[in-house]
T-cell receptor, first 113, second 111 residues
Framework: DAGVTQSPTHLIKTRGQQVTLRCSPI?????VSWYQQVLGQGPQFIFQ???????GRGNFPDRFSARQFPNYSSELNVNALLLGDSALYLCASSFGTVNYGYTFGSGTRLTVV | EDQVTQSPEALRLQEGESSSLNCSYT??????LFWYRQDPGKGPEFLFTLYSAGEEKEKERLKATLTKKESFLHITAPKPEDSATYLCAVQGGDSSYKLIFGSGTRLLVRP
């Protein structure tokens, strides 16, 4: 079975640009969460979606948005990129929202120059 | 405020030298405590979930334990391939839909 797949694996953007990151969960998993991991830190929660509805949002500005599609895949969008948005963006999928294990993808490394 | 603190930040061991990693947490109504392993440039890889104080789980050279305030990840006779960052996360409180991570412990095992 395929694990959580994320694309692209790496990308470089210029300040002020917009970026879209994509995630396909494990088959049968209905929940997708997004995390940001800055070098040397643990992942920070951005969003959780379950059955195409937003179930939670972390302490991130409105420049960050996400959505989940009928096939449970998800996109994370970041507008007006700042240098501080440079990080590893991780997607995690799970069957439900609480008391279920979370499986992470390999992440998208975003560099803003 | 819910939070997780891991210590030490970094740990160097000789192959075969056993040790423990600590994860202290503050959360109201713990739903689960998770241990992950992360290799450089990769996503976290799931190791264990613990749900209640006194619970223990083992996998190969790793053993995780849980009390009401902290969790330990014991590494017995480590090998160089155990070198990685070990992350601890909790789920619970008012925001039980998310994982709250510590900053991790970077483990280096020398041959």
């Amino acid at each position: 079975d395929a694990g959580v797949t994320q694309s692209p694996t790496h990308l470089i953007k210029t300040r002020g640009q917009q970026v879209t990151l994509r995630c396909s969960p494990i088959s049968g998993h209905k929940s997708v969460s997004w995390y940001q991991q800055v070098l040397g830190q643990g992942p920070q929660f951005i969003f959780q979606y379950y059955e195409k509805e937003e179930r939670g949002r972390g302490n991130f500005p409105d420049r960050f948005s996400a959505r989940q599609f009928p096939n449970y895949s998800s996109e994370l969008n970041v507008n007006a990129l700042l240098l501080g948005d440079s990080a590893l963006y991780l997607c995690a999928s799970s069957f439900g929202t609480v008391n279920y294990g979370y499986t992470f993808g390999s992440g998208t490394r975003l560099t803003v120059v | 405020e819910d939070q997780v603190t891991q210590s030490p930040e970094a740990l160097r061991l000789q192959e075969g030298e056993s040790s423990s990693l600590n994860c202290s947490y503050t959360v109201s109504g713990l739903r689960g405590l998770f241990w992950y392993r992360q290799d450089p440039g990769k996503g976290p890889e799931f190791l264990f979930t613990l749900y209640s104080a006194g619970e223990e789980k083992e996998k190969e050279r790793l053993k995780a334990t849980l009390t009401k305030k902290e969790s330990f990840l014991h590494i017995t006779a480590p090998k160089p391939e155990d070198s990685a960052t070990y992350l601890c996360a909790v789920q619970g409180g008012d925001s039980s839909y998310k994982l709250i991570f510590g900053s991790g412990t970077r483990l280096l095992v020398r041959p």
